[in-house]
Each structure stands twice: as C-alpha cells, then as structure tokens.
C-alpha cells in the first residue's frame, strides 16, 4: 500500500512539473513565428511591406530570415541577409529582442551598415499569436577602409553610440509555426 501511495505521488509531482512547464511564461516565446511589417502600427515608415521568419530558441538566441521588400524605391530595399540576435525575459509576458543584420547597397552589394533591432514581444503560454511593443532602429554607417575600398562597419553594436537611431512600428502581429513533433516547445 505504501508503496502504491509512493508511486502516485512521484507520480503526480512529475505530471505537475510538466504541465507546469508548459506554461512557463520565460518559453512563451520559444519557436519559430511569421512576422510581417505590413500590419504594423503606425504605418508611416518609408518602406512597405517585409515579412520574416523569427526562430527564438530556448537558450536566448534568435535568428530571423528577414526578407526586405523588392521594390527599388523603398529605402530597405537593397541585399540582406537573416538577423541574429538575443532576447530576455522581462516579466509579465514581456519579452525584449534584440536583432542585428547587414544591410548591403542595392547596386554594388557593398556593406552599407549595420542595422540593430531592438523591440519588446508580448507572448502568453500555449498562445500561437503574438505582437511587438515599442521599437528602435539603430544604424551603424560602413566607413570606406584603404586599400580595398570595401566598406566596412567598424562599430560595434553592443557597446558603442549608434550613428542614427528611428522609431520603428509598433503592434506587429506575430503568428507562431506549429510544429508536429510532440517533444517540440513550438505548439502542435
């Protein structure tokens, strides 16, 4: 009898620490989630729309496949390739991101300068929508390097005063990637 009682409870602790993990607030954001400028608030920027893949991983790093909009006019419109980048839990369901990319001159494919992302997450627990708060662009410029004369950002984003800084959207809608794999933190 003792022992059935044993089991049951070892039983039980181990059922509540899981189910408790799955509602851990500090993973409501963990997974890969669609994010698209097109619905941002307000949309008073001078780029139109642009939309990434943001895959936030358990251990505090976050990759993005950003993908600029391919009209020439707009002034993201050159080469880049995906973010990386970190993010923390604040409290409250709050999250703050932190996302560093290249950004590169349309016609010569030349580094024209760092651009750091900085923005906070609303996620709640086993939630597959979520939306972004305030947010700030920061640009590091390239400066021209003798010989060659590649351009090349000499800052360094973390630590040093960026060259400009823009308010960026706010209200981005984020919808989460369901996963099939039943051990995956992302939703099923």
Aim: negative net charge; glycine residues 6%; proline residues 10%.
């Amino acid at each position: 009898m003792r022992r059935t009682i044993l089991a049951f409870l070892v039983l039980f602790l181990f059922a509540t620490m899981v189910l408790a993990a799955d509602g851990d607030p500090k993973r409501a954001v963990v997974g890969v989630w669609t994010m698209g400028f097109c619905q941002a608030k307000p949309y008073n920027l001078p780029f139109a729309c642009t939309t990434q893949f943001v895959n936030f991983h358990e251990d505090g790093s976050v990759w993005s496949s950003y993908i600029f909009d391919q009209f020439p006019s707009s002034q993201f419109g050159g080469n880049s390739v995906g973010a990386t980048g970190t993010w923390h839990y604040l409290g409250n369901n709050q999250f703050f991101v932190t996302m560093l990319r290249f950004i590169n001159d349309a016609s010569s494919g030349y580094v024209l300068y760092i651009l750091r992302t900085d923005f906070t997450v609303e996620a709640h627990p086993k939630s597959d929508e979520a939306v972004t708060g305030k947010m700030s662009f920061l640009f590091y410029l390239a400066d021209p390097t003798p010989p060659p004369s590649f351009p090349v950002v000499k800052k360094v984003p973390y630590q040093d005063p960026w060259d400009e800084m823009v308010p960026g959207p706010t209200a981005i809608p984020m919808q989460r990637v369901p996963s099939f794999d039943p051990n995956s933190p992302v939703l099923p």
